[in-house]
């Protein structure tokens, strides 16, 4: 690829990205939207969080994985019980990182 | 004069009524009982905002006397007093609010008339009510009198302006609710019930807003007094997690031989991890423009839902501030940023220096990662691959503050897994985020229509 190609493509990859990210703000705001729609948005900070974190532990690269040969499911347990107790960002990080590079010199 | 009041005219049902109501809602205002009204008035203090269409009104049916329909002053010419003669006007304000001064009173300067001699001036007997700062049923029975002739003194602009103040406050649902006689049975006493019960449920979504303390504290704002270092403080745990993941990016982007141009271009305009990566990979193995592009539109096209989610929450920011703000938004200040507008909008800078703040690491990061690549070959190492997935477990974690929560994050996390299972590769998040709102949506709805139905069934709640 080019380097003209390749600046062309991250400029649209740029584009296709900001578009998505301004353009609801931009239009909604200020609009009295029908009861239903601000529910349904009010519930999506959490979907959206649960849906994300699922296919990162349960399907690595898009491919499900539910086998006990899954290092990411083993690794979340210990930080997600971290999370619950201290509700911690900073700890969560660390328990969950150190936790998947021992497992993956000492197990996997 | 009973009489008179039963011609007032009714109002109209609000628009807010008819918006959560329906149209069936009765039109006129009617009674509520005292319990009702008690409980109205503690919902009215937790929630801030009254119960629109119907009154706090007294224990029912003690047949209060109701205001008098205030008659129009007159037009009134205010002379000036001379020294020697002083009237002094005695007006019973004290229980009027302050309030800040009107637009209107430079106009009201202007048109005071300076007359040659002092004058008294007959003014009509005007009773009005005074204005109800609270709810306390007592506060509004008391009537302000004034005296039929008035001798006016010191012309004052703060005459008429007292005057517009009470009509400003006196709300037309009062006096019909003062006047109306309690519904002794009847299709009106179970509106009366349905709204009362329907504005009881009203309020159930409203519980996320107020959760339990405890369940706070990982996602608690630090308070916004200094924006800027308050943002930056915020973004700090993002920043950590963005590094490792920044470093991996530049490490890849090295190892498969894009340039630095690109890979710094990329951190900066495009500003989306997942994405980078998967555009780094399709780039190495020599995908079209076509095909980059696409994908990446796919798979940030989950930024759409999170714009469209604080759009409420920031309506009240200018358009270049909303614009700014979702410019450089991610997942990960997404979800700190509504975490912090959960109750309202935080400081701008605050918002802006978060966002900058993760911005920078990102792009440090990558430099970072591209000059290391030679080091680091293998972006798994030392497992910082999974830092973000741990900030999501965090984050998630903070955000479920009930057990309906807890459904929704369960639903929306199987149901993207789901979707992956079924070959639907990045539209999964999307997909699955919607099914697993809509869901819980739909079920609140059904709730509160089986509560309201259970209620009347059982025959009222008073």
């Given at each position: 690829m080019s380097p003209q190609t390749l600046a062309f493509t991250v400029v649209m990859m740029a584009l296709v990205t900001w578009i998505p990210r301004t353009l609801p703000i931009s239009l909604l705001a200020g609009r009295k939207l029908p009861e239903?729609?601000?529910q349904t948005l009010s519930h999506l900070?959490?979907?959206?969080?649960?849906?994300?974190?699922?296919?990162q532990i349960f399907a690595p690269g898009n491919k499900l994985s539910l086998s006990v040969s899954n290092p990411y499911i083993w690794a979340a347990i210990l930080p997600a019980l971290i999370a619950i107790k201290t509700r911690s960002l900073f700890l969560t990080v660390i328990t969950?990182?150190?936790c998947l590079s021992l497992l993956r010199i000492f197990v996997f | 004069m009973a009489r008179e009041e039963a011609t007032l005219p009714r109002p109209e049902p609000t628009p807010e009524v008819i918006a959560r109501?329906?149209?069936?809602?009765?039109s006129r205002p009617t009674f509520i009982t005292e319990t009702m009204a008690k409980g109205h008035a503690r919902r009215k203090h937790a929630h801030g905002k009254p119960f629109p269409g119907l009154t706090t009104a007294t224990p029912m049916p003690v047949a209060i006397p109701a205001p008098v329909p205030r008659a129009q002053p007159k037009i009134i010419d205010i002379g000036v007093a001379p020294e020697a003669n002083p009237i002094q006007i005695e007006v019973p304000i004290a229980k009027l609010p302050v309030l800040p001064p009107l637009p209107l009173l430079e106009e009201k300067r202007e048109i005071v008339i300076v007359a040659d001699e002092p004058k008294a001036i007959e003014v009509e007997p005007v009773t009005v009510a005074a204005p109800l700062p609270t709810p306390e049923p007592t506060e509004f029975r008391e009537v302000i009198e004034i005296p039929e002739v008035i001798d006016i003194g010191e012309p004052t602009i703060d005459m008429g302006r007292q005057i517009d103040l009470r009509e400003d406050y006196i709300e037309p649902e009062m006096k019909l609710a003062e006047s109306e006689p309690l519904p002794a049975r009847g299709p009106s006493r179970i509106f009366l019930y349905s709204a009362a019960i329907a504005h009881e449920l009203g309020s159930l979504p409203d519980y996320h807003e107020h959760p339990s303390p405890e369940s706070e504290s990982l996602i608690e704002a630090p308070a916004p007094v200094q924006g800027w270092k308050s943002g930056m403080i915020r973004a700090l745990p993002v920043a950590a997690g963005y590094l490792p993941i920044s470093i991996a990016f530049g490490v890849l982007a090295g190892i498969s031989n894009i340039p630095f141009f690109a890979t710094l271009l990329m951190s900066v305009i495009v500003y989306a991890g997942s994405s980078q990566i998967i555009a780094v990979g399709l780039i190495a193995a020599g995908a079209s423009p076509f095909t980059i592009i696409a994908t990446t539109f796919i798979v940030n096209l989950r930024h759409l839902l999170m714009s469209a989610s604080l759009s409420k929450r920031f309506s009240g920011w200018s358009l270049k501030d909303r614009i700014l703000m979702t410019s450089?938004?991610?997942d990960e200040t997404f979800a700190l940023i509504a975490a912090d507008s959960e109750k309202e909008a935080p400081l701008r800078a605050h918002v802006h220096s978060l966002n900058i703040t993760a911005w920078s690491i990102w792009i440090a990061g990558s430099i970072i990662g591209f000059s290391a690549c030679t080091a680091i070959t293998d972006p798994k190492f030392m497992g910082l691959d999974f830092a973000l997935s741990c900030m999501f477990i965090a984050l998630l974690v903070g955000q479920i503050k009930t057990p309906s929560h807890r459904g929704l994050a369960a639903l929306s996390g199987v149901s993207a897994l789901l979707f992956v299972a079924l070959g639907l590769g990045h539209g999964a998040v999307i997909l699955a985020a919607l099914v697993g709102a809509i869901a819980l949506t739909l079920r609140e709805r059904e709730i509160k229509r089986e509560m309201l139905r259970d209620a009347l069934n059982e025959g009222g709640i008073v």
């Open positions: 239903i729609a601000t900070p959490v979907a959206i969080l649960a849906a994300l974190l699922a296919v969950g990182v150190s | 109501y329906g149209r069936q809602f009765p450089l938004m991610t």
